[in-house]
């Protein structure tokens, strides 16, 4: 039951569009009136290509989320309406950067929805806020205490924080959904980047992969974002989003390995190089700069897997599919658009 319905009509602010979550939502979306953000920068050509292949979008309002005039115009005329903010820093140049836009635009763009009578707000948030897990067995869930290890997670538990104590029940509902890794069409190049990895036999593997990892697929987190927007029970509340079971690294591995129908090869490291690439990650954000692969392997040692049991009880989520099935299905998408060849 996903109350989809219940969007017919509604007015609705889509953030982070063009976009990996946003583009696969938005069908969804049809017989709302969606307004989609869009970065002032991208080109005009660009944005007429992409309104072709989403004809739900109702119009579209240029923006930044470090301009909060701009978000202000964005939430004009939304009164009784919804606001899905999925617009976010993953990987940047500067750790100031998560703050400005992760966190400062995060609750400029909600006090701007506040005001103009937005009667729901949802944030897409990341697992990333409440931090590890001490063991593989221990599943994270929404109620224990949140211990973010990285500027990234702490930006985007700082803008839960925040969001919060905007909630106002009945007048401005807040709900935050903390997917875990999600992969699945359209799939970006950072993850097509990755196949190609694994079919040469390049992708390191710390440890042996024996770390928790939860992850879904992309129709799952969908479905779990349109409960959020929708059922009467998910104000107020943060609701994790993921399989219902987690995984270990080599789960996950070992299945793009099975997809591509390649062996299972990969570069093993010694879990202490994590560590070592730990610290280092640590140094360079002392001085506000950051490095992926640093910050990525430095992670690669952590147990983070998670439960996404209150969603499943309070919204009636169902996650349907797993991770050999879901990757099967992500490299033929790739292999149908010549991605991998």
Request: glycine share 8%; hydrophobic share 40%; proline share 6%.
């Amino acid at each position: 039951m996903t109350h989809a319905s219940s969007l017919t009509s509604q007015a609705l602010l889509v953030t982070g569009a063009p976009g990996w979550l946003c583009d696969a939502l938005l069908p969804r979306l049809a017989g709302a009136r969606v307004r989609c953000l869009i970065h002032r920068s991208l080109p005009d050509a660009r944005v007429a290509a992409w309104r072709k292949e989403h004809p739900e979008v109702t119009e579209t309002a240029p923006g930044d989320m470090l301009d909060p005039a701009s978000l202000k115009a964005a939430c004009q005329g939304l009164g009784g309406g919804m606001v899905l903010h999925a617009a976010g820093l993953i990987h940047v140049r500067r750790t100031r950067d998560w703050y400005a836009v992760n966190r400062d635009g995060t609750l400029a763009l909600a006090r701007a929805a506040k005001e103009a009578g937005v009667r729901r707000f949802v944030y897409v948030s990341s697992n990333a806020a409440q931090g590890r897990a001490a063991s593989p067995q221990v599943l994270l869930t929404e109620d224990m205490p949140c211990c973010p290890g990285s500027h990234y997670g702490r930006s985007k538990y700082q803008a839960e924080q925040g969001l919060l104590t905007l909630h106002d029940p009945g007048r401005f509902d807040v709900v935050v959904a903390r997917p875990c890794m999600f992969y699945g069409p359209p799939v970006p190049q950072r993850h097509v980047d990755i196949f190609q990895r694994i079919r040469r036999g390049r992708l390191p593997l710390v440890g042996g992969g024996q770390y928790a990892r939860s992850l879904t697929y992309i129709d799952d987190l969908v479905a779990c974002v349109l409960l959020c927007l929708t059922h009467p029970k998910a104000p107020g509340e943060i609701f994790n989003v993921c399989d219902a079971r987690a995984y270990t690294t080599r789960e996950v591995c070992d299945a793009m390995a099975a997809a591509l129908g390649v062996p299972a090869k990969f570069v093993p490291l010694p879990a202490f190089s994590a560590g070592i690439a730990r610290a280092i990650d640590c140094a360079l954000a002392a001085f506000g700069f950051y490095s992926m692969p640093f910050h990525l392997l430095g992670e690669a040692n952590w147990n983070v897997g998670c439960s996404s049991k209150k969603a499943q009880d309070v919204l009636g989520f169902k996650p349907t599919v797993e991770v050999f099935e879901g990757y099967r299905r992500a490299v033929a998408w790739c292999k149908e658009r010549k991605l991998l060849d």
